[in-house]
């Protein structure tokens, strides 16, 4: 089994619909992100989540919410759909314990989500 | 605000070639720069660098990064087919979670 889990893998769905990826870890990592991938523009930070109780925005949140509802799991919800958030959705952890001068370190990716809007 | 700028975006070799990807950023407070190799799923960690000079190595692929000029290279050696993938450079950004670049796309023909 994949120690970052993503789901579901794809999805389409229509303008206007609200949507939630899931992301579940068995790492124990403390750290979760979430990233958004199109063609030419490599990945680009949506939220972040240190610890249960901490959500950063990213580069590109618009549009987007977050719930880190225990240390193993983080989701991504969008509340009402649009064609542009068409795209490859990556969620990953990475582990405090092992960064280096405060250093994020290595992320651990999952497969990734591929959403579709109509 | 904190860049990471990566070129080429795309390039194409042919197998036995050297090739060398460049990354440069600006970011407030530099802590440490990441190379990821991503082939058809999701990205897998290369190389972290944090000390300026120091050449950090993996069979064909290394990389080096310099401070002072605020960039780092990685290169591959006598490539392969299936060094064909996107790379990734990132750089932590003041809240410490990793901003990337918009990749390299590095195709090896036969």
């Known amino acids: 089994d994949a120690d970052v889990t993503q789901t579901p893998r794809n999805r389409i769905t229509k303008t206007g619909k609200r949507i939630m990826l899931e992301c579940s870890q068995t790492?124990?990592?403390?750290?979760m992100y979430w990233y958004r991938q199109d063609p030419g523009l490599g990945l680009q930070l949506i939220y972040y989540?240190?610890?249960?109780?901490?959500?950063n925005k990213g580069e590109i949140s618009d549009g987007y919410s977050v719930s880190r509802q225990a240390q193993a799991k983080f989701s991504l919800s969008l509340e009402s759909a649009i064609p542009n958030q068409t795209a490859l959705y990556f969620c990953?952890?990475?582990?405090?314990?092992?960064?280096?001068?405060?250093?994020?370190?290595?992320?651990?990716f999952g497969e990734g989500s591929r959403l579709t809007v109509l | 605000e904190d860049k990471v700028v990566q070129s080429p975006l795309s390039l194409v070799v042919h197998e036995g070639d050297t090739v060398t990807l460049n990354c440069s950023y600006e970011?407030?407070?530099?802590?440490?720069l990441l190379w990821y190799k991503q082939e058809k799923k999701a990205p897998t960690f290369l190389f972290m660098l944090?000390?300026?000079?120091i050449e950090k190595k993996s069979g064909r692929l290394s990389s080096i990064l310099d401070k002072k000029e605020l960039f780092s290279i990685l290169n591959i050696t006598a490539t392969q087919t299936g060094d064909s993938a996107i790379y990734l450079c990132?750089?932590?950004?003041?809240?410490?979670?990793?901003?990337f670049g918009k990749g390299t796309s590095l195709l090896v023909t036969p």
């Open positions: 990953a952890t990475s582990d405090s314990s092992r960064s280096v001068a405060g250093n994020t370190g290595e992320l651990f």
């Open positions: 790492k124990g990592h403390d750290r």
């Open positions: 989540s240190f610890d249960v109780k901490d959500i």
């Open positions: 970011v407030t407070n530099f802590r440490s």
């Open positions: 944090t000390s300026s000079g």
């Open positions: 990132a750089v932590p950004n003041s809240g410490y979670a990793l901003n």
